[in-house]
Structure formats: C-alpha cells, structure tokens
C-alpha cells in the first residue's frame, strides 16, 4: 500500500504548478524581462489609468477658463479642481473609486451647508443696513449687491446640496463623473460651477464691507460739514460782535463830537446872550437918562420963573 507521503504528493506538485503559472501569468502580462525600466514604469502606469474619454477643450476655451479661475473666482475653483480629480482617479479597483468618490461628496455637502448659514447671516445683515434712510446712493448701490451676491450663493448651495446628495452612492455617481468630463468646458468648467456658492459669498462679504464703510466715511462727512458750518456761524457771530463794537465806537465818537459842539453852541450863545444883555443894559441906561433929562425939563417949565431965579 503507498504510504501518506505518496498519497500527498499529487496534490503537492499540483499546488506547486499553480503558483508557477500564476507567477508566470503576472509576469508575462506586467512584461517583466521584456522591456527596459523606463518603459515598464510607464506601461504600468497605462494599466492602472483609466481610459482617457474626456474631450480637451480649445486653447481659447482654456484661456478664457483660465482667466475666470484668477479673476472674478479669486482662484477658488483650482481647490475644487484638484478635489475632484483626486476623487475621479480610478486606482485599479472600483472599491476604493467609490469610497474616494462618497467621502467627497460627504463634503462638498458639508461645506455648502456652511455657505448657506454664513450667507443667510449676511443677508439678514445686508437687509437691516438697506433699512437706514439717510443711507447714500454708493452705500445704498455696495448694499445691493451684496444682498443679490449673498442670496445667489444660497440659492446654489441649496442646489448643490441637494444634486450631491442624491449622486452619492454608486451607480449615479458614474453618469455625474461622465458628464462632469465630457461638458464644452471639460473639468475646468466643472470646477467653476462648483465654487460658485463660497465665490458669490466672498463678492457679498466685499460688497457689504464696501456698504459699512460708504457709510462709515458719510457719517464722517457730514460731522466734518457741520463741523464746518459750525465753525462759519462763529465766524460770522464774531465778526457780528466786531462791527457793533465799531458801530458803539463810532456812535460814542458822534456823540462826542455832538457834545462838544453843543456845548461850543451853548457857549456862543451865552456870549451872545450877555452881549445883548450889556446893550439892553446900555438902552435902558440910556433911556433912563433920557428920561431924567425929559424929567428936568417938564419941571423946570412948571416952576414960576421967580422962584427959578432965586434958587439959580
């Protein structure tokens, strides 16, 4: 009878062929021995890629992208960019395609939820400083903006969240990828589409800071235009005090003036009072001795001529 170890040996050098063909079908397939180093690392990189199926947008569609991306979008969509094509990236297995994939749009989810709180927040700030009614016409513009700016992003958030919500789980998350891929402007413009909720946020942010402080600088204008027209009231009260001071002046030099000449008329006509005086005087000296003489006269002529002789 064989002994155990004969009876073990079939199954043995059985075991020992598969691991030699499974060796060698590894080999054969990765070209080991064929090609040289360079050419093997680029051919394995080919087979863990996945079938490029995009279609490469124009130099001018690239430009204009381009210039969106460093412009208006303040760089944002080059992070969603880079997010996206991490979480695109087949690595050999779908397995680890769909768990990259979920936990991105986990959160983009996340991150749009936070939008629409910061937005929402905004607006309800942005609304209360549009109440003010001495607000001017750039405050009131800046304002405008923002709320517009602030009310667009949460519109897209709200959106956005509820797309990613529903492209989460596979197969769905497949079509999302192709079409992400394949639009006219290719993962670039994807991007852009997905940073639209925190740009439009960061436009509202500017726009409300450019609000607070056209308000900011029209409150400082007016305290410096009444401090202004204060300053002028001073002015023109001071200058006020000055001219009636010159008016009493010119009123107490008048008055002078008109004392000392009432009292030059005063005294000339004094001098003239006496002077007439001294001639009624001299008149009535004059006329008294008139009148004594008359006096003689009419008593010598009623004396009897006798007598006249005897008292002559």
Not at 60 to 86: A, D
Not at 90 to 118: C, M, N, P
Not at 280 to 302: L, V
Request: with cysteine.
């Amino acid at each position: 009878m064989p002994s155990d170890d004969e009876r073990d040996l079939p199954a043995a050098i059985a075991m020992v062929g598969w691991v030699l063909k499974d060796v060698y079908s590894f080999r054969s397939a990765d070209k080991y021995g064929q090609v040289t180093r360079e050419q093997h690392k680029s051919y394995r990189q080919s087979i863990w890629q996945a079938p490029e199926l995009t279609r490469e947008p124009s130099a001018l569609t690239r430009f204009v992208v381009r210039c969106l991306i460093h412009g208006p979008f303040f760089g944002i969509p080059q992070t969603y960019l880079e997010h996206v094509k991490s979480a695109s990236e087949f690595r050999g297995h779908l397995a680890g395609l769909k768990q990259s994939w979920e936990a991105y749009t986990l959160q983009l989810v996340r991150e749009y939820s936070d939008f629409i709180l910061i937005a929402t927040v905004l607006l309800s700030a942005t609304v209360g400083l549009l109440t003010i009614n001495d607000i001017g016409e750039a405050c009131r513009v800046a304002a405008m903006l923002s709320a517009f700016a602030a009310l667009g992003s949460m519109t897209i958030g709200v959106f956005f969240v509820w797309r990613h919500q529903r492209n989460t789980r596979m197969p769905s998350s497949f079509s999302y990828l192709h079409n992400a891929r394949n639009n006219a402007l290719g993962l670039s413009g994807h991007a852009l589409l997905l940073s639209l909720p925190p740009v439009l946020l960061v436009w509202s942010i500017v726009g409300f800071t450019a609000a607070t402080l056209a308000y900011a600088m029209q409150d400082a204008a007016r305290a410096s235009t009444w401090r202004t027209a204060g300053d002028d009231n001073a002015d023109y009260a001071k200058d006020g005090d000055d001219d009636t001071d010159d008016d009493t002046d010119d009123d107490d030099d008048n008055d002078t003036d008109d004392d000392d000449d009432n009292d030059t008329d005063d005294d000339d006509d004094d001098d003239d009072d006496d002077d007439n005086n001294d001639n009624d005087d001299n008149d009535n000296d004059d006329n008294a001795d008139d009148d004594n003489a008359d006096d003689d006269n009419s008593h010598s002529a009623h004396v009897p001529y006798s007598r006249r002789v005897h008292e002559s």
